[in-house]
């Protein structure tokens, strides 16, 4: 198994924006290696910090990087979107902020048998948590034709999505389709050459799509945002970093909603509906990454930032 190697990504953002303080408790739910984790008990290094993941090697570095800071670390193996059952068997009722970087993490890619990677010849497994749950050689190769198309067109937005699928089918007739190559190679198949983009893999769309299929990461993403923000305390705040437009969509429209106040008709003369806006967003517009970052970490380069306070 190779080291855990994972950089994080907007580190002086995501310290500008949680504010850390002693005594105070934060969550970090895609806890990867603990490099978030580490700089906000760098910060405030008597704050109580509640770390979540469903990979067990990350929670295994993480637990090695943050262990001189003993009991102010819990570390937790699950998905954050449980968390608020998580924090009820710790005894913690609320927060004071959250950090959650999603996607897939740097050691995650590098390490060939995960097949997370396209560039990697590997078993086709995909899993975040590889204790439980469907392969993508399972959802490759058991899938209906038309539900692999969707799959692969609203989680990868693939163009191809409907031509992808069908080659896969028509292959997977001939034996199983269980390895990362193998799969590349019908996408390079299904793809006509003279449409490929130059600036990425053929591959990258449909892999990305496979993931999320296989940890269901966009309805973890909107169940643990709500029970984070739920769990917020007053003047708490949540930092979350996207990598792609799904995410990033999700993100958008749950801090808009949370933001929302009264949405009675204008012609009311006094509100009906008594709803009030629950955060302040703290980001117009997504802060991005430096040239000078994205110069040391190319994966920072599509990390989208978006913040908001508890009011």
């Known amino acids: 198994m190779a080291e855990f190697r994972h950089l994080s990504v907007l580190p002086d953002e995501v310290i500008r924006f949680l504010e850390p303080a002693n005594g105070k408790t ?11 984790a580490a700089l906000i008990l760098g910060k405030a290094p008597e704050a109580l910090l509640v770390g979540i993941d469903r990979d067990q090697a990350a929670l295994a570095a993480a637990g090695a ?8 670390v819990r570390l937790l193996h699950g998905d954050f979107a449980d968390v608020a059952e998580q924090l009820s068997t710790l005894g913690i009722p609320a927060l004071d902020g959250f950090i959650l970087d999603l996607g897939v993490s740097s ?15 590997a078993p086709l497994d995909m899993r975040m948590d590889t204790s439980r749950g469907e392969t993508a050689a399972d959802l490759v190769n058991e899938l209906p034709e038309q539900e692999l198309e969707r799959v692969i067109s609203e989680y990868g ?5 409907k ?8 292959d997977r007739a001939e034996s199983p389709i269980t390895t990362t190559f193998r799969l590349v190679d019908i996408i390079k198949g299904a793809v006509p050459k003279a449409k490929w983009d130059e600036r990425i893999h053929p591959a990258t769309r449909t892999f990305q799509a496979l993931r ?22 007053p003047g708490g705040r949540g930092v979350i970093i996207s990598f792609h437009s799904l995410e990033d969509r999700i993100v958008k429209h ?4 949370y933001a929302e106040g009264c949405t009675c008709p204008r012609q009311l003369p006094v509100c009906a509906c008594g709803k009030q806006p629950r955060v302040k967003v703290l980001t117009s517009r997504p802060v991005t990454a430096t040239q000078e970052e994205t110069d040391d970490n190319p994966r920072a380069r599509s990390a989208k930032l978006r913040a908001v306070e508890k009011l």
């Open 65 to 72: 990087r943050l262990a001189v800071y003993g009991e102010q």
């Open 107 to 121: 050691h995650q890619l590098d390490t060939r048998e995960r097949g997370f990677s396209f560039q990697q010849d």
């Open 254 to 257: 749950i801090f808009r909603e």
């Open 26 to 36: 934060y969550l970090d739910g895609t806890l990867g290696g603990g490099g978030h």
């Open 157 to 161: 937005e693939e163009r191809w999505a």
């Open 163 to 170: 031509r992808i699928a069908s080659f896969i089918v028509k």
């Open 212 to 233: 999320i299929a296989v940890n269901s990461e966009l309805e973890s993403l909107e169940r643990g945002m709500r029970a984070a923000l739920d769990l917020l305390k």
